[in-house]
């Protein structure tokens, strides 16, 4: 009788389709969206009380890798949901209004000379930020002016 040896052959696993990593991503967004936008809160009222931590080098780092995961996540959404940030009407405001948040941003804490430019610049900031906020949820680029009546 002849013994034929066991051949063990290697497991083959299905390369995951990327929509199924919608839910993880989508949450870790949301998650960065939400830490971002309090530590900018948080480093724009320390710069309007004339603290230096707000602006030191590891706030900075700290914000900025945030903000690029925060990217990251936000790039892996449109891939996995085959969207085209150009021609998706809320997605290109949203993305218009990230522009000006970045912009006013950088002047809040860092371009403006004068405690009211920076407290204006920032005011403007946290409206993009609470625009983008509503145009995300609602995912109308009219969506802040539905929520008030006005359109």
Known sequence: MQRHAATITPARFAPMPLVDFYPSVKALHIGLVVTSGALFLG???GVLLGSGLPTSRPM??????????LLLAAILLVVILEINPVTTPWLATKLSLLVAYIVLGIIALHGARG?????????????????????A??????GPLRLLGLV
């Open 115 to 135: 405690r009211a430019a920076r407290a204006f610049a920032f005011m403007g900031a946290l409206t993009c930020f609470a625009l983008m906020y509503v145009i």
């Open 43 to 45: 480093r724009g009222i």
């Open 137 to 142: 949820r609602t995912h109308d680029p009219f």
């Open 60 to 69: 900075r780092r700290l914000q900025q890798v945030i903000d690029s995961v």
